[in-house]
């Protein structure tokens, strides 16, 4: 199996159980948090609402299950100052299977050779780091697939 056909099946077969998010503070109305990206999160589907676990960033982390998400904006939202923005995991995995859908450049009627060298080592280096990305995920201790 080719590199690239590796990276499509683990593609084809990421269904994910969850939809990622982050809380952005643009305000820290108590000066705890501060501002940015001040926590982590995962949004459950469940049978007739959601369930959503976030992980505070930073020295005093901590993490906290939520019945709905709704909640969690009405707790740390602030009014505004702190927004919840989903990570569009679904689009992120169609990109990524664009991504793989280019072929490498042929030299025929394409122009200069050194452009079109210059595509495929990129396209190549764009390949590896989607690799090593899914060896990560599979492996996030560094361990060797077996």
């Known amino acids: 199996m080719t590199d690239a056909d590796r990276i499509r099946t683990w593609l084809d077969n990421l269904t994910p159980a969850a939809a990622p998010f982050i809380l952005r503070r643009h305000h820290d109305v108590t000066g705890v948090s501060g501002t940015g990206i001040v926590a982590d999160g995962a949004l459950f589907p469940a049978a007739g609402k959601s369930v959503a676990v976030v992980r505070w960033r930073g020295e005093r982390g901590s993490t906290v299950i939520w019945d709905n998400l709704a909640h969690v904006k009405e707790i740390h939202g602030h009014d505004g100052s702190t927004v919840i923005e989903l990570v569009p995991v679904c689009d992120l995995i169609a990109a990524l299977k664009a991504v793989m859908a280019i072929a490498p ?14 595509w495929n080592d990129a396209l190549g280096e764009v390949h590896t780091a989607i690799l090593d990305a899914i060896e990560e995920l599979a492996h996030p201790d560094g361990g060797e697939q077996q």
């Open 105 to 118: 450049a042929s030299h025929r009627g394409r122009g200069d050779a050194d452009v079109v060298d210059g």
